[in-house]
């Protein structure tokens, strides 16, 4: 079963426009872990974010913020006026307690497309 | 340059052929992970090392891979009579594990594989 959806496959934004890419996800465990991946058209994935289970603090790094809601798993990540550089597939991803390895369960990612 | 790096960038082989890639971690980090991605999907987990021990396997890897990291530092992972399907991006990342705190995998640019 999938354990992250990102129902968005791609969005195209004119510059300085705000985007927001959502992500829903899925897990029994109580403690867990969600990451935001930037993947560029250099291939290599960007960490940008890691939130834990427990602390719902919304938190904001410059342009970008994210808005994360257990009672409806989902972590949303926000663009704010949007830059042709932010042009890039975003990946979130969920880490789970359970197994002690902590890999990572991607979703299919959204193309962000910015257009100046 | 202290990032995870992998080598071959790219690799273009006959189907059968056998294929070697070989992942450096970020010197002090005890884990490192090899996913695989495929176009348009997410990064899907392979395997995991934490130091030379190798803990955990996806189903994915067949028995036509193999993968290891001798001495706790680099990695490498090998395909045996590659077929058409093995084409994809294998990436590689680490962590430095040990905590809650260090669970952000950092990823190398991968190893663009095609099989003709």
């Known amino acids: 079963a999938q354990k992250v959806t990102q129902a968005q496959t791609e969005i195209s934004v004119v510059e300085k426009e705000d985007v927001t890419l959502d992500c829903v996800y899925e897990?029994?465990?109580?403690?867990?872990?969600l990451f935001w991946y930037k993947q560029p058209p250099s291939g290599e994935l960007v960490f940008l974010i890691r939130?834990?289970?427990?602390?719902?603090q919304n938190e904001i790094s410059g342009r970008y913020s994210w808005n994360f809601q257990k009672s409806t798993s989902s972590f949303n990540f926000t663009i704010t006026a949007s830059q042709v550089v932010d042009s890039a597939v975003y990946f979130c991803?969920?880490?789970?307690?359970?197994?002690?390895?902590?890999?990572?369960?991607f979703g299919a990612g959204t193309t962000v497309t910015v257009r100046a | 340059d202290t990032g995870v790096s992998q080598n071959p960038r790219h690799k273009i082989t006959k189907r059968g052929q056998n294929v070697t890639f070989r992942c450096d971690p970020i010197?002090?980090?005890?884990?490192l992970y090899w996913y695989r991605q495929t176009l348009g999907q997410g990064p899907e987990f392979l395997t995991y090392?934490?130091?030379?021990?190798?803990?955990?396997k996806s189903r994915l890897l067949s028995d036509r891979f193999s993968a290891e990291r001798p001495k706790g530092s680099f990695s490498t992972l090998e395909i045996q009579r590659t077929e058409q399907g093995d084409s994809a991006m294998y990436l590689c990342?680490?962590?430095?594990?040990?905590?809650?705190?260090?669970?952000?995998?950092?990823f190398g640019p991968g190893t663009r594989l095609t099989v003709t």
């Open positions: 897990t029994r465990d109580t403690t867990y872990y």
């Open positions: 939130r834990n289970s427990f602390d719902e």
């Open positions: 010197s002090e980090h005890n884990r």
């Open positions: 991803a969920l880490s789970e307690s359970h197994s002690n390895d902590y890999k990572l369960s």
């Open positions: 990342a680490s962590s430095l594990g040990g905590g809650p705190a260090n669970y952000e995998q950092y």
């Open positions: 090392f934490q130091n030379e021990a190798q803990l955990e």
